[in-house]
């Protein structure tokens, strides 16, 4: 099990920028594909952006491509989310995902995906 722990979240206009961080409690944090995804109010979970295990393959969801960038630092257990020109619509609880199968290319995870407690962001026009 992997404890995920996001921050970076808060209360923006319409324009502006946030970068979400996630740090992860494990010894093979360079195993996991890292992900990001996110819930409105009443809609269900989507994929944001996803990186594989050696950052040789990025995704992301077609409504946040050129805005938002994903990365991650192998050596301090931690995966970025860089949100630029934030929407309103861009306003969810924000989760930080750690598979050790990758399926983010298909916006997916697997059965042993491990979530973090999710971190509001809202954008206010």
């Known amino acids: 099990q992997v404890q995920l722990v996001e921050s970076g979240g808060g209360l923006v206009q319409t324009g502006e920028s946030l970068r979400l961080s996630c740090v992860a409690s494990?010894?093979?944090?360079?195993?996991?594909?890292m992900g990001w995804f996110r819930q409105r109010p009443g809609d269900d979970r989507e994929f944001v952006a996803g990186?594989?295990?050696?950052?040789?393959?990025?995704y992301y969801a077609d409504s946040v491509k050129g805005r938002f960038t994903i990365s991650r630092d192998n050596a301090k257990n931690t995966v970025y989310l860089q949100m630029d020109n934030l929407k309103p619509e861009d306003t969810a609880v924000y989760y930080c995902?750690?598979?050790?199968?990758?399926?983010?290319?298909?916006?997916?995870?697997?059965?042993?995906?491990?979530w973090g407690q999710g971190i509001q962001v809202t954008v206010s026009s």
């Open positions: 995902a750690a598979d050790p199968n990758d399926l983010f290319s298909n916006g997916g995870v697997s059965m042993n995906v491990n």
């Open positions: 494990t010894r093979r944090f360079s195993s996991f594909a």
């Open positions: 990186i594989s295990w050696i950052v040789s393959d990025i």
